[in-house]
């Protein structure tokens, strides 16, 4: 599955777009990627994000007797809260989030008629940075909590499984940066970890009625790095970055239906550019990810848009952003982005290793009010 999105948003001090990792955005009320880059912060701030994102995939499935593709409709919605001291010898971050997510899939097939498989998806995220100038250190822990429900057809033929996966998340950041004569350099380290539960719950194929339930313990770890180099000036920032984290060290015992399975490898490029005019600045990022590289305030879409992406699989994502207004006091904002990709991937429902060609179109909202000082 190859995807190629393009993503174009109107922003105004908005979380969605990252910082980067050389060097501290000139959009203040961006959280920090690398800890070591906290320090080069001009403002302390803290800041208040909703927003909401819809997504609606048509996929060209022609197996099973299905009757015009499936259609798949993805509804999010998250609050952040995030806030941050000024750069010193001791400067401090924190996130906080919460999201949930629906995604239902509109089924019409020649033997069971018209029907939805629903899924739905929640997740909290905490996460702070302690910066000491010359070291910074990160820690993040998230959980992510699902259940999926399948059924087809009615007695004496009945398919029906329910599955409710809870994953809890730790991630541990150190990392450094620096600038010489205007260009910047910035490094960091990471360890992923993950526990869970996944279970299982069988229906009777005859009468229709819940049967045996299995729980599946499973954990993961995973190892990664980014690097980053880039230019900055008083109205101009550059940046070029690479994240890489490492496949999942799977442990899990029991699986007997193969459905437990850890991330693979997979790298985030990434390039930014930002210029500022007065009150006025301007950016624009373009990222390439090849597999799921996942951030841990990401783990919905990741998982209910990108969890079939593979090692070898790329996506493109652009963004642009603008910001105008005083660096003191209460600043109110808002965003809009659109995206299209088209894809060629295997059906969830259908797993049979054949992949059929996709749409996916996306539109994001949202708003923030943010307090600098």
Same mark, same amino acid.
């Given at each position: ?26 959009? #203040?009320?961006?959280?920090?990627? @690398? ?28 197996? /099973? ?46 033997? %069971? ?11 909290? %995220?905490? !996460?702070?940075?302690? &910066? ?10 998230? $959980? %992510?909590?699902?259940? %999926?429900?399948?059924?087809? /057809?009615? #007695?004496? &033929? ?16 150190? !990392?450094?940066?620096?600038?010489? *004569? ?11 970890? +993950? ?9 009777? #194929? ?17 190892? /990664?790095? *980014?690097? *980053? ?32 399975? !850890?991330? #693979? ?22 990222? @390439? ?12 879409? +990741? $998982? ?5 992406? !593979? ?7 652009? +963004? ?8 003191? *006091? ?6 809009? +982005? ?5 894809? &060629? ?22 708003? @923030? ?5």
């Amino acid at each position: 599955m190859n995807i190629y999105a393009g993503v174009v948003s109107a922003l105004l001090f908005s979380s969605p777009v990252f910082a980067q990792i050389a060097d501290g955005s000139f959009f #203040p009320s961006v959280r920090s990627i @690398n800890p070591g880059i906290a320090h080069q912060r001009k403002q302390a701030l803290i800041s208040l994000d909703v927003s909401k994102k819809d997504i609606h995939k048509d996929h060209a499935v022609t197996t /099973g007797g299905i009757v015009g593709g499936v259609q798949t409709d993805v509804a999010l919605q998250k609050n952040t809260l995030f806030g941050a001291t000024k750069g010193s010898w001791v400067t401090f971050e924190a996130l906080v989030d919460r999201e949930t997510g629906d995604k239902t899939e509109h089924i019409n097939s020649t033997t %069971y008629g018209v029907r939805d498989v629903k899924n739905s998806a929640s997740s909290n %995220y905490f !996460g702070g940075i302690l &910066d000491f100038k010359i070291l910074g250190l990160g820690y993040a822990t998230a $959980n %992510y909590d699902t259940f %999926y429900k399948f059924r087809v /057809g009615e #007695p004496p &033929d009945v398919s029906a499984k329910d599955m409710h996966t809870v994953l809890n998340y730790q991630m541990l950041k150190a !990392g450094t940066a620096f600038n010489i *004569g205007g260009f910047t350099f910035g490094a960091f380290g990471m360890n992923k970890t +993950s526990t869970g539960d996944y279970t299982y719950t069988f229906y009777n #194929p005859t009468t229709g009625n819940p049967g045996s339930t299995e729980v599946w313990p499973a954990k993961t770890s995973a190892n /990664g790095y *980014g690097v *980053g180099l880039g230019y900055t000036s008083k109205t101009l920032r550059l940046e070029v970055s690479q994240e890489h984290m490492s496949a999942d060290d799977l442990t899990a015992n029991d699986n007997p239906l193969e459905i437990i399975k !850890g991330a #693979p490898a997979s790298s985030r490029l990434s390039g930014a550019a930002e210029v500022r005019f007065g009150k006025l600045a301007l950016g624009v990022r373009v990222r @390439n990810y090849t597999g799921n590289f996942t951030d841990l305030e990401d783990l919905i879409p +990741s $998982n209910l848009l990108y969890g079939e992406m !593979g090692e070898s699989d790329t996506r493109l994502e652009t +963004s642009f952003n603008f910001a105008f207004g005083s660096d003191k *006091g209460f600043t109110f904002s808002g965003f809009y +982005s659109q995206s299209e990709a088209k894809t &060629d991937e295997e059906s969830t429902i259908f797993a049979n290793g054949v992949t059929y060609p996709a749409t996916t179109k996306s539109t994001a909202y949202g708003v @923030n009010v943010s307090y600098y000082f």
